[in-house]
């Protein structure tokens, strides 16, 4: 008898079938927190005992999910980032830098993958850059140019885009798929470039902030998609591909202790594998994605620093046809009608009646959605240029009348103007800079200014 495909196993010894059917059948209490996940190109949420369920969009297109502890959601759609609310509210929509995937001639790709840190402050997503550069050995069968595929993390605010160099929001590339330590660290692994770590630590914040930590003697070079859990007790890594997946104890320790490998699980079906594990608050349960099956749930015992414990349930299918999971300790919606198609009207069927004409209702003030839409592009402007003329703004979708722009440096308000918009939405604008502001600025060799009106936010660095 041999164990069942895509669970997990002790380290040292598999587990029978039976004995883990008959422990699956035991599932756990439900609790407050939930799983967000993707389903047929939308998300979910589901209690982690999968008892209940709920649809949280019904437009289509989502790829992955990430959640805030508050409940708020970052899921990919297409090439953008949509910060969703519990109800499937679209509280921002966000093009990144390399949100460019159908452009053929652009050399970066993404995003791939985001995740929102716990307070819901940042999302980390991974991105590709090819790079095309002369060959030195000149191999004529390629026109003596090589192409080579690079990757890394970058981040930004769930609500607006922001640029790589911004404080805060610092990108790392050689390393992707991020996980969460807490609010201000990342885990990433899966680097492109031997023999760097497979794991390492890194912080948004400061960019002398990577921290090495281990090399999988078993895999080398080929781990990916590393979770750990809230109190580190805890971390899974994916292995061979997808082919495995690693669950290990002492996690919290760091450098220079590496984590131990306490129970491993293996596909034995040709199409299958794991992906996106995910680990409740004190690593007692594991979450993962099965590629033929669905999410899938195992109970773990509570690590030590010098103990495994037993392995009781190695795994059972908690969300069929399901992707994507991420845990959170936000619970899961009351119940709700889905939305329903009008029904169209053929020969055979009479039209619905008209009402009869009533009184116009007033219109009611934009909500705050409605400045999603705004944007503000800043025309390409060396600092020193911008001090002297000004800073050339470009804005788009923002509601008819007059409007006032500033520029923050800091706390400080450096640069201001108005402008009046259309009917089109769209105008020019032109932010002149204080007095107070040129001195503040005068001997920076960069600058990133926060623009604030008309409704949207950008933040852009300046150079001289």
Same mark, same amino acid.
């Given at each position: =008898?041999?164990?069942a495909?895509?669970?997990? #196993?002790?380290?040292?010894?598999?587990?029978?079938?039976?004995?883990?059917?008959?422990?699956?059948?035991?599932?756990?209490?439900?609790?407050?927190?939930?799983?967000?996940? *993707?389903?047929?190109?939308?998300?979910?949420?589901?209690?982690?005992? /999968?008892a209940r369920?709920?649809?949280?969009?019904?437009?289509g297109?989502?790829?992955?999910v990430s959640?805030?502890?508050?409940?708020? =959601?970052?899921a990919?759609?297409?090439?953008? %980032?949509?910060?969703?609310?519990?109800?499937g509210?679209? *509280?921002?929509?966000?093009?990144?830098?390399?949100?460019?995937?159908?452009?053929?001639?652009m050399?970066? #790709? /993404?995003?791939f993958?985001?995740?929102i840190?716990?307070? /819901? #402050?940042r999302?980390?997503?991974?991105?590709?850059?090819?790079?095309?550069?002369?060959?030195?050995?000149c191999?004529?069968?390629n026109?003596?140019?090589?192409?080579?595929?690079y990757?890394?993390?970058?981040?930004?605010?769930?609500?607006?885009?922001?640029?790589?160099?911004?404080?805060?929001?610092?990108?790392?590339? /050689?390393?992707?798929?991020?996980?969460?330590?807490?609010?201000?660290?990342?885990?990433?692994?899966?680097?492109?470039?031997?023999?760097?770590?497979?794991?390492?630590?890194?912080?948004?914040?400061?960019?002398?902030? %990577?921290?090495?930590w281990?090399?999988?003697?078993q895999?080398?070079?080929?781990?990916?998609?590393?979770a *750990?859990?809230?109190?580190?007790?805890?971390?899974?890594? *994916?292995?061979? +591909?997808?082919?495995g =997946?690693?669950?290990?104890?002492?996690?919290?320790?760091?450098?220079?202790?590496?984590?131990?490998?306490?129970?491993e699980?293996?596909?034995?079906?040709a199409?299958?594998?794991?992906a996106?594990?995910?680990f409740?608050? +004190?690593?007692?349960?594991?979450?993962?994605?099965?590629?033929?099956?669905?999410?899938?749930?195992?109970?773990?015992?509570?690590?030590?620093?010098?103990?495994?414990g037993?392995?009781?349930?190695?795994?059972?299918? %908690?969300?069929?046809?399901?992707?994507?999971?991420?845990?959170g300790?936000?619970?899961?919606?009351?119940?709700?009608?889905a939305?329903?198609?009008?029904?169209?009207?053929?020969?055979?069927?009479?039209?619905?009646?008209?009402?009869?004409?009533?009184?116009?209702?007033?219109?009611?003030?934009?909500?705050?959605l409605?400045?999603?839409?705004?944007?503000?592009?800043v025309?390409?402007?060396?600092l020193?240029?911008?001090?002297?003329?000004?800073?050339?703004?470009?804005?788009?979708?923002?509601?008819?009348?007059?409007?006032?722009?500033?520029?923050?440096?800091?706390?400080?308000?450096v640069?201001?103007g108005?402008?009046t918009?259309?009917a089109?939405?769209?105008?020019?604008?032109?932010?002149?800079?204080?007095?107070?502001?040129?001195?503040?600025?005068?001997?920076?060799? #960069?600058?990133?200014?926060?623009?604030?009106?008309?409704?949207?936010?950008?933040?852009?660095?300046l150079?001289?």
């Amino acid at each position: =008898m041999h164990d069942a495909p895509s669970f997990l #196993r002790r380290r040292t010894a598999g587990l029978a079938a039976a004995a883990l059917a008959a422990l699956a059948a035991a599932a756990p209490a439900a609790h407050a927190d939930s799983l967000a996940y *993707i389903k047929a190109g939308n998300v979910f949420l589901s209690t982690t005992d /999968g008892a209940r369920s709920y649809q949280v969009t019904f437009d289509g297109g989502y790829s992955t999910v990430s959640q805030a502890d508050s409940g708020r =959601m970052i899921a990919l759609r297409g090439d953008k %980032l949509r910060h969703l609310e519990r109800d499937g509210r679209v *509280i921002a929509e966000i093009v990144t830098p390399v949100s460019m995937t159908k452009d053929p001639s652009m050399s970066f #790709r /993404g995003p791939f993958d985001p995740e929102i840190s716990p307070d /819901g #402050r940042r999302v980390a997503y991974t991105y590709y850059w090819q790079y095309t550069g002369y060959d030195p050995y000149c191999n004529v069968t390629n026109d003596c140019y090589v192409k080579r595929l690079y990757h890394g993390t970058a981040f930004t605010d769930p609500n607006r885009l922001t640029a790589w160099d911004e404080p805060g929001f610092l990108r790392r590339s /050689g390393w992707i798929d991020a996980a969460w330590v807490d609010n201000g660290t990342v885990l990433l692994s899966d680097p492109y470039i031997q023999p760097n770590e497979d794991t390492v630590l890194w912080s948004p914040d400061d960019k002398d902030s %990577l921290r090495r930590w281990f090399q999988d003697p078993q895999y080398p070079g080929d781990v990916a998609e590393a979770a *750990i859990s809230r109190d580190k007790s805890a971390m899974a890594t *994916i292995t061979d +591909n997808g082919g495995g =997946m690693s669950v290990l104890r002492s996690a919290g320790l760091f450098y220079p202790d590496y984590p131990v490998r306490c129970f491993e699980g293996k596909i034995e079906e040709a199409g299958d594998g794991f992906a996106s594990p995910t680990f409740n608050a +004190n690593g007692t349960r594991l979450f993962w994605a099965s590629a033929k099956e669905g999410i899938k749930a195992a109970t773990l015992p509570r690590f030590t620093a010098t103990d495994c414990g037993v392995l009781e349930d190695g795994g059972q299918l %908690l969300v069929a046809g399901a992707t994507s999971p991420s845990w959170g300790p936000a619970g899961v919606p009351p119940a709700r009608p889905a939305p329903q198609k009008p029904t169209p009207v053929t020969p055979d069927t009479p039209a619905p009646p008209v009402a009869a004409p009533t009184a116009p209702v007033p219109a009611q003030p934009a909500g705050p959605l409605a400045a999603v839409e705004v944007k503000l592009a800043v025309t390409k402007a060396k600092l020193r240029a911008a001090l002297k003329k000004g800073l050339a703004l470009r804005i788009t979708g923002a509601p008819g009348g007059r409007h006032t722009l500033a520029a923050k440096y800091g706390k400080a308000t450096v640069a201001k103007g108005t402008v009046t918009v259309g009917a089109s939405g769209t105008a020019k604008a032109t932010l002149r800079f204080t007095a107070a502001g040129k001195r503040k600025l005068a001997k920076r060799k #960069r600058a990133a200014l926060r623009i604030t009106g008309a409704g949207a936010a950008v933040t852009v660095t300046l150079k001289r």
